[in-house]
């Protein structure tokens, strides 16, 4: 799972590799001055953290990557721990939908009961606020 850019994200990079200036954008979109920079330097920050995450799973080693994108050896190794552990989750959900049992998906993981019901719940919560 890398990160996923917003449709206003992907809407700002695109303007701003057309020329297009923050204040023009902020016009366009209809927003305040500065909030386009913003939404930039995002896009900007996933894109670094994507091509990182593309290194690790091309099997760079953690020094290489720390050289090539001058970020410290912590750093990029907390992007990779927050993307396994995102990858984990993420595998722990489809157990679950595809009908395997709390008990099970447990031992399969390494974790309690308690705490696939809490990941499950967790992720119950997220979805509804979504619609």
Do not use: C, W
């Amino acid at each position: 799972m890398m990160y996923h850019f917003t449709e206003q994200e992907l809407l700002v990079n695109n303007l701003r590799e057309n020329g297009k200036t923050f204040n023009a954008i902020s016009e366009f979109i209809d927003v305040s001055r500065s909030r386009p920079r913003q939404i930039y330097v995002k896009y900007k920050q996933k894109e670094k953290y994507n091509s990182i995450l593309e290194d690790f799973l091309k099997d760079e080693s953690i020094e290489f990557i720390s050289l090539k994108y001058k970020y410290p050896i912590t750093t990029v190794e907390s992007l990779i721990d927050t993307f396994n552990k995102k990858e984990n989750y993420t595998s722990l959900i489809r157990s679950f939908k595809s009908g395997e049992s709390m008990e099970f998906i447990a031992r399969k993981n390494g974790y309690t009961v308690e705490k696939v019901r809490y990941l499950i719940k967790k992720f119950e919560k997220h979805m509804k606020k979504q619609y």
